[in-house]
């Protein structure tokens, strides 16, 4: 369990803890694998969010998920990039988050992925906690830890 206080100092910035879905880059279920390839291409990401036309969270897709349906047994065959939809190649097994503040399962969840997608209570996307606002508040807080409180180490005693 995090401490209190400290739980306090990395809530205090929880406005940039989730990056509303309106300014994150998702893809449709239905496009292409050449369009998913091009947004992540292009935004310089690894794995971004994939929704259905009413805006529910669907999965995630990266270039790897990509790739791995293009390898042939001596090259990449392209030509698959138009043959595939996002819903073919995508991951179905991370669940999404309803409580972008709940930072101590949220730094749990982090460990082991870059962010975390958000959706409400009927599964519509919201955007994305990112593993590197949630450090920046951990970061924070170790800084600024001492401005706040009085620690006396329980070592010496």
Known sequence: ???????????????????????????????????????????????????????????????????DRLIETAKINVAKLDQYQVADVMQVDVLPITDPYDVEENLHLLIDQSFLPVVDRENHFQGIVTRRELLKAVNYAAHRFDHYYDVQSKLSK
């Open 1 to 67: 369990m995090i401490d209190q206080g400290l739980k306090e100092m990395l809530l205090a910035h929880q406005q940039k803890f989730m990056i509303p879905a309106s300014i994150v880059a998702t893809v449709n279920e239905t496009n292409s694998l050449n369009h998913a390839f091009l947004i992540l291409t292009k935004n310089r990401y690894a794995k971004i969010v994939v929704v259905d036309n009413e805006n529910h969270y669907r999965g995630l897709i990266s270039l790897a998920m990509i790739t």
